[in-house]
């Protein structure tokens, strides 16, 4: 049997609610289910079931951003205390900060691939931002659309250390013409 606290709709009301109030602010859907899926008892129907009704009832709602706790579900949260073990707070603590940490990371990171007008050719577009500037930004032709994919996917998923390999390229000290020729 699989270890963790979730027993029931109301242990995953709580442990939603309790991720809701931790965070502190809109998580969407797909973030907040990471964090409750770390309570290993717990599973997807029962989590969507448990947070149609919060929100149904008035203590969760669901905004352009995402699902916030209400005064109502945080004043209920507050009334009933520690229910939820402390492992399973905080491995939901947890989860929840890596799945926001995660998503935060992704939305710096752009990619696309785009055939070229009249030729065989793809443009793949990569860029990086720092949540508020571009930092770099790489276009790129390619031959086919699986290589621009493959692109796409490698800097996804490396984005930073390929901006560092970049810069390191760019001011590192390259010899000059003559002194390859005096080195022959």
């Given at each position: 049997?699989?270890?963790g606290y979730i027993r029931s709709k109301a242990d995953m009301k709580f442990l939603i609610l309790f991720i809701s109030d931790v965070i502190?602010?809109?998580?969407?859907?797909?973030?907040?289910l990471q964090a409750v899926l770390s309570d290993e008892c717990a599973d997807y129907f029962t989590y969507t079931e448990a947070l149609t009704e919060l929100c149904a009832d008035g203590f969760m709602e669901e905004?352009?951003?995402?699902?916030?706790?209400?005064?109502?579900g945080r004043s209920?949260?507050?009334a009933l205390g520690k229910?939820?073990?402390h492992s399973v707070r905080r491995n939901a603590q947890n989860a929840a900060?890596?799945?926001i940490a995660s998503a935060q990371r992704d939305a710096c990171i752009n990619t696309s691939t785009k055939k070229r007008e009249g030729t065989n050719h793809y443009t793949t577009q990569l860029s990086l931002s720092d949540g508020q500037t571009e930092i770099l930004s790489l276009s790129l032709l390619t031959v086919k659309a699986e290589q621009g994919a493959d692109m796409e996917a490698n800097f996804s998923r490396n984005?930073?250390?390929?901006?560092?390999?970049?810069?390191e390229a760019l001011v590192d000290e390259y010899p000059?013409?003559?002194e390859e020729e005096d080195n022959l």
């Open positions: 049997m699989a270890q502190g602010e809109a998580m969407r859907n797909e973030i907040l905004g352009s951003n995402g699902y916030v706790i209400t005064e109502k209920n949260f507050y229910v939820l073990p900060t890596r799945a984005a930073e250390k390929i901006y560092l390999r970049i810069l000059q013409k003559d």
